[in-house]
Every structure is written in C-alpha cells, then in structure tokens.
C-alpha cells in the first residue's frame, strides 16, 4: 500500500547554521501509529513542522497522500491536524470559538454536532463557554487536541502528547489515540521516552541528532532493546571460543581478553548458570564479570555503523 | 478559495473587537469627540473661514482620516502580532489557507473595523457640527481604500514586529507626525512656499486633501493625484506582503 507520507532526503538547517535534520529518509503506513523516538533536541519537532508547514523545508521533499507539501499545500495541510509540543492557545476566547475557528480554517463547514462529539469525547463539553485563558494546563492540552480534530484529520501529530500530562489525561488521551486508529486515523508521536514508544506505537523511528537511525516494528526493537551483554574478562587470553561451548551465543573480544555473552532479560531463562557451570568444566578462567544493557543510543550508533 | 478560513478569521477578528469594544470604539469615538470640542468650538469660533468653509467643519475630514489612519493600523497590526506572540500563529500557518485568504481575513476584518468606526465618527460629528458632503460616492470611496490601505499597511508591521515597542513604533513615530502636519487642522496653503513644497513629499496630505474634497468640493490637490497616491501605496503594501509570504519572513524559520 502506498504510505500515507513519504519522505525523501529531508535536510534542514536553520538560519542559525544549525543543522536539524540530515538527509531523513521515511515511509509513515497508512492507519498506523507511528513513534518518533529520539532525545530532546534530535530534530522530531523540526520534523513535524516541516511537514505541516509551520518550517521551511530545506532539500528534499515530502508528501502526503501523494500531495506535495510545498506546491500542494492546501491538499496536504487539509489531512493533517496538529497537537503541537507547546502549550499555546488564544487565550481570550471560548473553547466553543477556538475549535469553530479550527474547523473553519482549514476549509471545513461549520458542523456543531461534530465538535460536540469532540468535546464530550475529551470531557470538555463542561467547559466550552469558559475562556481558554482560565482553564488549567491540562485543559488547554485538550482544548489544543480538540482545535487539531475540530476538521476530522485523516494524519494526526501529537508532539510529545504526555510532557507534564496528568495521569487522567494520560489514559484519556490513549483511549483517544486507539480511538482514532480504529477509525482509520494514521498517528504520529514524538516522545523521548522509550516506554511511551513501546507502550504506543505500532512503529518506531529513531531519530537522533538529526538522523533516522532504525525504523522497525516495535516488537522487533523491543527485542533489540531488552538484550544485555555479559561481558567475562578472561585470566588467559584465547585464540578462539572452545568448540564445546558452541551451544551459547557467545562472541570472543578482538584481543581474545573477553567473552561477550548476549542474552534476553525478557526470557524466562537467560542460560547464565548453565554457561558458568561449563566454563568452569573446561577449566576457562575469569577475574572479572559485568552485565550492561544495550541503550537506545547504542542501537542507534550501532545501526548507524551498520548501514555505513 | 477557502472561503471557510476567510470567513474563520474575519469573524474571530471581530468578535476580538467586541471583546474590547470600550478600547475599539469608544476610545477613538472620544477622543476625536474631544478634538472637536476644543479644536472645532472653542478654537474654531476664533478662526476665521477657510477657503470658504467655517474653521469646525474644515477639520471633520482630516480628525476622520486621523483616526481611521492609526485605528487601521493598530487593528491590523494588533491582529497578526497577537498570534505570533502567543504562539497560536502554528494553526494559521499549518492551516490550508494561501497568503491572499489570510490578507483577506485579517486586513478585511480591520478594515471593516475601520469603516465602522469611520462611520461613528461621522455621525458624532454631526453632534458638534453642521457639514455637508458633496460627493458622497467618492467620500465612501476614499474611505474604503484608505482603511484597506491602511490596514494593510498595518498587517506587515503586526508582521515585521518581533517585540511590543516596534508594534508602537510606527504608528508613533511616523504616521502621527505625518497626519498631523498632513494638513488636518489647516490648508498647505497657509504655509510659506518652502513648507508647501515640503509638505507635498507627505503622502498623508493627498489622502485629507482628497477626502475633504469629497466633502466640500475644495481640495490643496488634484483630486486624481490624491487617488493615484492611494492607489500606489496600496500596491506597495501589496507587493511588500506578497514577498514575505513568499520568503516565510519572520513567519517561518
Ligand atoms: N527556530 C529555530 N532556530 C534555530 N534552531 C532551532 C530552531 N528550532 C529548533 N532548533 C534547534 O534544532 C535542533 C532540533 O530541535 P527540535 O526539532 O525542537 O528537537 P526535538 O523536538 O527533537 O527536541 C535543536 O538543536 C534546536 O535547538
Ligand atoms: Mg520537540
């Protein structure tokens, strides 16, 4: 299937001279959710901008739904709604007004019926004739979610959707996400932490000083992310692993001074003892023994060095 | 043409005007209320004619164009500097509207403004004053292309503004002056010829000159000039908007 939107060699720099992103290459699915992972300043808000517009772009292109986001704009921007990373929400008018304003502006008849649904839907119903200005923080995170699906997007981006949001929240806006996937809305998140990824997403992007360094299932990342490494420094250093230790996943450091054993903390049994017990059988000596779990930054580096 | 957006931002922009109708309409009622007390009674009834029209009823066109010129202004300005202040100018541009409905919604929105106020002004006026309008077609004519002009011209400073003091600054600065030795409380032909020739590098002269003529049929200028230099200044504003839309200038980074 065509992806809902493509993009192609996307660089951008700043006219500060700072490069924010570098030569990003991604396909979102049609009806997924998708995670953008990747630390504070890896270029995941300059990313979302660009594609909905509020950044130039540099080189490179995008689409959306087959519809280029610069010479076809207004085809593009119309699928897209946008839950932006700051909290900033005209301050003076009602909440009735700001999601009519929404609707409006992005070319949508009027429809009350709709917008109340919205705003049942995020317990703000309550609150539509109050000002935003005196709603609290977490109100206005729902005004903002209500203003982006105010015109019934087709792609939804929610940036950093869960930074400084209550538990309540939190669940609601969940149940909102599954909500909208089901009903054939395609999800992109950006989030800085691992397990909001994990707990989201269909897909994950890692993103990191402006790269995509893996896109994969979030199954198989998983996978990739819950390894550790148990690192053995030998008392004698060996030439090769010993043919009868073949049955573990064991690998031998360049200058024969460790063994590495890689194992997975989400299994039952991580094969440990069985592999001490039979060190000690063929009389392999070790003075020291460390365990260390792979981080996102060494998935990223080491996918990186891959692809290189 | 997404005539939902226009409509969109046209009516948020009024309703803002509703939420400050004291600051809106009121004020700018007052003050040139007060102009007229002390400049058109208690000054004026010292004065004498001027090309043949008492000293109170010659004022009326340039007091108008006073505050349809810094009301336009401000309006617009306000309008577009607002959002980018706050932040909610994200929705604007992610929004799928081109820069000719946003002009459309905003400027129109400020204009109409303006035209309202303009409107007000006229009739509190004839509270204080007798005046007739000879050329009523041309005075709503002049009338809309300044608000519109000026509203535009309002709009790229909102845009230009990146702080509070530089929104001020212009219509402080430069357009008070300039309305103010336009020639709204006496002719250009009551000055010394050197001052004359000075005056007419003042683009607001051909403004109140035109618009009094559509009063009372007396102007300092040619009235096709004061239409020409309307006009030219519209399609500089124009122009100007067009390229920072263009550009992103101090919209997109
Ligand atoms: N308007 C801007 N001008 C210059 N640099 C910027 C601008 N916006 C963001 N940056 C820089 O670009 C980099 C990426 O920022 P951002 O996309 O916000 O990252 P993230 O959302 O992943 O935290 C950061 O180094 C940030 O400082
Ligand atoms: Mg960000």
Redesign the interface.
């Known amino acids: 299937m065509e992806p809902i939107i493509s993009i192609r060699n996307l660089t951008k720099t700043?006219?500060s001279g700072l490069q924010a992103l570098d030569n990003i290459n991604l396909d979102i699915r049609r009806g997924e959710i998708f995670g953008l992972l990747g630390p504070n300043g890896a270029g995941k808000t300059t990313l979302i901008s660009i594609i909905?517009?509020?950044?130039?772009p540099g080189e490179g292109s995008v689409s959306v739904d087959g519809h280029d986001i610069v010479s076809d704009?207004?085809?593009?921007?119309?699928k897209?709604g946008?839950v932006?990373q700051?909290l900033?929400?005209?301050?003076?008018?009602s909440v009735w007004?700001t999601v009519?304003?929404?609707?409006?502006?992005?070319?949508?008849?009027p429809d009350p019926g709709f917008l109340e649904k919205i705003l049942r839907d995020l317990s703000l119903w309550g609150k539509r004739n109050e000002r935003i200005m005196a709603l609290s923080g977490g109100m206005k995170r729902r005004v903002l979610i209500a203003?982006a699906l105010a015109h019934e997007p087709e792609i939804l981006f929610l940036d950093e959707p869960t930074a400084g949001v209550d538990v309540e929240l939190r669940h609601d806006m969940w149940e909102m996400v599954h909500g909208l996937r089901e009903s054939g809305v395609t999800i992109i998140l950006t989030t800085h932490y691992i397990n909001e990824a994990e707990e989201m997403a269909d897909r994950i992007g890692i993103i990191n000083e402006g790269k995509i360094g893996v896109v994969e299932d979030k199954t198989v990342l998983m996978n990739k992310l819950g390894k550790k490494q148990l690192t053995l420094s030998l008392q004698h250093p060996l030439s090769k692993i010993p043919m009868e230790l073949d049955d573990h996943p064991l690998e031998l450091s360049a200058d024969g001074n460790a063994l590495v054993y890689t194992f997975d903390t989400q299994k039952k049994h991580t094969g440990i003892p069985e592999l001490l017990r039979h060190l000690s059988q063929y009389g392999i000596d070790f003075k020291d023994i460390h365990s260390s779990q792979s981080s996102l930054e060494d998935i990223f580096v080491s996918l990186v060095r891959e692809k290189a | 043409m997404n005539v939902y957006a226009v409509r969109a931002i046209y009516r948020f922009e009024m309703a803002r005007a509703w939420r400050t109708l004291m600051q809106s309409i009121a004020t700018p009622i007052l003050s040139t209320s007060l102009y007229f007390v002390v400049f058109g009674a208690a000054i004026g009834s010292r004065m004498g004619e001027i090309d043949g029209i008492s000293y109170a009823s010659f004022i009326i066109p340039g007091l108008l164009m006073l505050s349809l010129l810094s009301e336009s202004i401000s309006n617009a300005s306000f309008g577009i500097y607002f959002p980018k202040f706050s932040g909610t100018i994200y929705e604007l541009l992610s929004a799928p509207v081109s820069p000719l409905e946003i002009v459309l919604g905003y400027v129109g929105a400020a204009a109409s403004k303006s035209v309202i106020l303009g409107l007000l002004i006229l009739v509190t006026a004839r509270l204080f004053v007798d005046y007739e309008i000879v050329h009523p077609v041309w005075m709503v004519g002049f009338l809309l292309l300044t608000a519109i002009t000026f509203s535009l011209f309002g709009f790229i400073i909102g845009l230009w503004a990146d702080d509070f003091q530089k929104l001020q600054i212009i219509p402080m600065m430069v357009i008070m002056p300039l309305t103010f030795l336009g020639g709204a409380f006496y002719s250009i032909n009551m000055l010394p010829p050197f001052w004359q020739t000075v005056t007419l590098f003042n683009p607001v002269v051909y403004l109140i000159s035109g618009f009094r003529w559509s009063f009372y049929g007396v102007a300092d200028v040619n009235v096709i000039i004061s239409v020409g230099m309307i006009i030219v200044f519209l399609l500089l504003c124009l122009m100007a908007v067009g390229w920072i839309f263009k550009t992103g200038y101090r919209l997109k980074s």
């Not at chain 1, 900033?88 to 008018?93: D, H, R």
């Open positions: 700043y006219d909905c517009g509020i950044v130039r704009f207004r085809a593009a921007r119309s897209i946008l932006p700051e900033s929400a005209a301050t003076f008018e007004a009519n304003f929404s609707r409006g502006l992005f070319g949508k008849p203003k």
